[in-house]
Structure formats: C-alpha cells, structure tokens
C-alpha cells in the first residue's frame, strides 16, 4: 500500500490527529472528509488554505476542541428540578429548564469545584510543542513515579499532619445504593479499609464496598425484633469476621460474614442486665485469642463477655453510673467513665482490677472517651460539651517524677486516685459530647454531639487544635449522630439523623 493509503486509513481508525503522523510523511487528499483540508487541494480549488484547532496553521482559540460533538446537544433541554442530584446546578429559583450549553458549562463547572486535585492532567504551555521532544507519553514516564509517591499519603510515610486547615472533599454517600430509613447508630470500616457497615433504628445492617466513586451495596440483613443501637465489627478468635450488633433487649446477636448466619446469644447467665444496647470490643487488629466485648450495664457493672465462647467471663463495678468505656490500644486495659466525673482503669491481666482512677478536670459526667491507637492520648467529653486532651503517660499506673499528679493511694485496694490537668481543654462544642474517634494514626480526633445541628469539629493533635476551615458553617451534616475513619485516615464517615452516610474524603491520607 502507498504512504497517503497509509494515512487514510489510520485517519479512518484514529480520526483528526492534527500535525501528529502516524505514517511517514506523504501528500493525501481526502477532500475534507475528516474535518481538515489538506493544503494542495485548497490550492487546487482556489481556495484558502483553512486550519483547525491544533493544525499548522492555528488560530487563536486556547481551548482544544472536543474529539467528538453530538450537534443534539445543543438542542435538549434539561429540568434541574426533577432529580435532586441536580439541583445543585441552579442558580436562582427561576432556573427550571436548562439548554445544553448551559447543562453542560454548568457540569463542568461542578465537576471543577469537587475534583480540585487534577492540574497534573493539564498541559502547559511549555510542553506543547510538535510532539517530537515532549509528548503525552514521556511526560507520564517522567512524572509518573511522583503521582505513585503522592498517593501513598501521611500515613504510608509517617509524615506529620499540618495543622490550621484540612483539604476535604465530599464524595459518594456510604449507602448511597441504600439509605436507612431512620437515624444512623453506628458506622464503621472494616480493618481491610474496603468493607463498611451502617446499623440504625431500622432494624437493618447494611454493608457496602467502598470506592470513593459508586460504593456499590454487598449484602444485608433485617433483625425483625432487634432496633439496633450498636453494630461493630469484631471476631470471634477464630480469626473469623464477625459484625456484633445489640440494642434495648437482654440478648444480642453476632453475624458471621463468611458463611452468611446469624446467632442470636441468650441473655447473659447470672447477669440482671435488662439492656445491652451499649458496649466496646477488643479494637480490630489486636492480637487475641480471645476477644473480650464490654457492656455498659446498670448501676456501675459492666460485664465482660467472651466472643468465643459467648459468655460471661467477668464483671467491674464502679462508682456511680457507666456512661462510656475504651479499650487501650493493646487492648491488655479498659477504661470506664460515667456519673462521677472519673476514669478507672482496669487491668484485665490481673484478675480485673481497678489500678488507677483518674478525675477528670472540671466535669462532673463524662459522657464520651476514646483512646488513640498508639496510646498516645486520651480524650475525654462531657455533658457540658467540654473535651479534654490527655497524654497517654497519665495512666501510667505508679509512674515517678511527675510533680504535677496528686498521688493517693487506697491502701485496700491499691488503687491509685490521680487528679491531672488536662493538656487542652476543647470548648468548641455546647452540647453533650456523644462521640469521639481517633484515626489510624492519632493525628485526628473527630468530636460531635447529637443534640445540635452541625456540630461536629476536627482536631489535630499533638497540638490540639481545631481545624478552622472544616467543616465550615455551609458543610451539610445534619445531626451527626456516629462517626468514622478509615484505617488509612483517607476517608472519613459521617452518620447523621436523616440515615445517610456522608463520605468526606481527606486528602492528606491515601486510600
């Protein structure tokens, strides 16, 4: 075949591709027919030699035209009003009907304000040239292995978070394919990062794939006599993968994710609690033979329970009532709060004994405690919507040179009392304190209360202060009721009231 056979016919695969050849160089007139006329039939006719967008000639357009147009574009005509999803796109109340041009600059527009991290696609001035130097492909040969780098985020590299302003972005609801149909109790990843479940008054645990993008539904199940409060992922020390799931009744039920079935666990033998509708389990990951789960009980007791043999193997009592409870990181303490205003730490490896109890300053119920994972901090919330920042060396149990700790120890039971003062005080919050999480690296403390609209703040920590740029006063959050990161730190779910999971995406953190 001749070289302009040759060009023909990739122009026929390949389409308009400017002054790029595919061929070795030769004259071909193809009449036009793919948009751009060569330059020897213009001249044949007596005509002048046109261009288009990215041929020889140029012209003084900047913006590249699109491969492809689809002339009834311009001609539909989109209501805006119809489908919520895009009713984002208006402007005023009278923008009802939209032409295509409009649709269309609209969406982009759109698509530029949530996608903000793309300016890697675009191509400077610099680099278009005549596709010999610099093209598309060494471009991507030379910065690709940046971009790789990039992704792997803070927690991959163990950089530090920078503190003022966090970058988030808003992406796909959670259970987007599914909405529960009442408030949200419980959200949470599962430890591989992909597998995330949503639990509410519904009676309903859901399970989704998340990808950022269509977070596609897996499977779920309906308890008919079970509202549930909590749901959690757990296992059974079989390295099994388990969801535990508990509400207002004497029993409690555990989902077996591989094999599909549901057990429901009799009420506990010897205990007289009416509700199991609050607890804590061994944090995912730790290493355990034997998973323990804590109830919130009546009273001050809190029975521990044994995920294998899904039973009683245990009880603490405390002061007044039980309002929260955490595991350490090791998993090897538990640390309970409530009533009285103070902590007590309960050693699990010595026949359960309450080793130390820390007042915590200035509360009188503390209605929400978490521990970062590294062990690093403790946060503890209030009724008054106080959360305080304490190291992690303040539950070092008999610890010397610190001047700043009041030491009385009760002789009869070795307990330690220690009043501490806290390393920051968050007054960010006015209502009760409902829920604190840290994420996989301890470098964010998410706080919220249920009884406000918006109220939900980030904290960066060592130093302890709140971002102030998000979530702004127009992040639509409703009443956050649960919340959740994910084990990389790169997304962050929010359950609110309307049983929707909001996903934010940080971008600090990879995937």
């Not at 032409?99 to 191509?123: C, E, M, P, S």
């Not at 995330?196 to 989704?208: E, M, N, S, V």
């Not at 994710?257 to 607890?279: M, N, W, Y």
């Not at 899904?310 to 929260?324: D, E, I, L, Q, W």
């Amino acid at each position: 075949a001749s070289k302009g056979e040759e060009r023909a016919l990739a122009s026929k695969l390949f389409g308009n591709l400017g002054t790029v050849s595919l061929v070795a160089d030769g004259a071909v007139d193809d009449g036009g027919l793919f948009g751009k006329a060569s330059v020897s039939a213009a001249m044949r006719g007596g005509a002048e030699p046109t261009s288009t967008i990215g041929g020889a000639g140029g012209t003084d357009d900047t913006q590249p035209s699109g491969v492809w147009e689809d002339p009834d574009d311009l001609t539909i005509t989109v209501n805006v009003t119809r489908v919520a999803r895009l009713r984002k796109l208006r402007t005023g109340e009278a923008d009802v009907n939209l032409d295509g041009n409009v649709y269309q600059a609209r969406v982009r527009k759109q698509h530029k304000r949530i996608h903000q991290r793309t300016d890697w696609a675009t191509v400077g001035e610099d680099q278009k040239g005549d596709g010999k130097e610099t093209t598309a492909l060494t471009h991507l040969l030379k910065e690709g292995g940046a971009l790789v780098d990039e992704d792997g985020g803070l927690a991959s590299e163990g950089r530090t978070l920078p503190q003022g302003s966090l970058e988030a972005t808003r992406v796909r609801d959670a259970n987007a394919a599914e909405p529960s149909n009442a408030v949200l109790r419980s959200v949470e990843f599962h430890a591989n990062g992909a597998l995330f479940l949503t639990a509410g008054l519904d009676k309903t645990l859901r399970l989704f794939d998340i990808d950022g993008t269509n977070n596609p539904k897996t499977s779920s199940v309906f308890f008919d006599d079970l509202p549930i409060h909590k749901a959690t992922f757990s296992n059974n020390g079989m390295r099994d993968a388990t969801v535990l799931l508990s509400g207002r009744r004497k029993y409690f039920y555990v989902y077996d994710l591989h094999k599909g079935a549901v057990e429901r666990v009799a009420p506990l033998i010897g205990r007289g609690e009416k509700s199991l509708e609050s607890f804590v389990c061994q944090r995912q990951g730790a290493v355990h033979n034997d998973p323990i789960v804590a109830f919130l009980g009546a009273d001050g007791h809190v029975p521990l329970v044994s995920l294998r043999s899904k039973s009683c193997v245990g009880s603490v009592k405390m002061n007044g009532t039980c309002r929260s409870a955490s595991f350490s990181g090791d998993g090897n303490y538990l640390l309970t709060a409530g009533g009285d205003g103070g902590t007590y730490l309960w050693d699990l490896r010595n026949q359960n004994r309450c080793v130390e109890r820390v007042v915590d300053d200035g509360a009188l119920t503390v209605t929400a405690l978490a521990n970062s994972p590294s062990g690093a901090h403790c946060a503890m919330g209030s009724d008054a919507g106080v959360v305080n920042v304490y190291k992690g060396d303040a539950f070092k149990t008999f610890r010397k040179g610190n001047a700043d700790v009041n030491k009385n120890i009760d002789q009869n039971t070795m307990q330690r009392s220690t009043r501490i003062t806290p390393e920051k005080a968050l007054m960010n919050l006015t209502t009760s304190v409902d829920n604190l999480s840290f994420n996989g690296d301890g470098q964010m403390l998410a706080m919220s209360s249920r009884l406000k609209r918006d109220a939900l703040r980030i904290v960066h920590l060592p130093s302890c202060t709140v971002f102030s740029n998000w979530p702004s006063s127009k992040t639509p959050l409703h009443y956050v009721w649960c919340t959740a990161f994910s084990p990389t730190g790169g997304y962050l779910a929010v359950g609110n009231a309307r049983g929707r999971a909001l996903l934010y995406r940080i971008h600090a953190y990879g995937t």
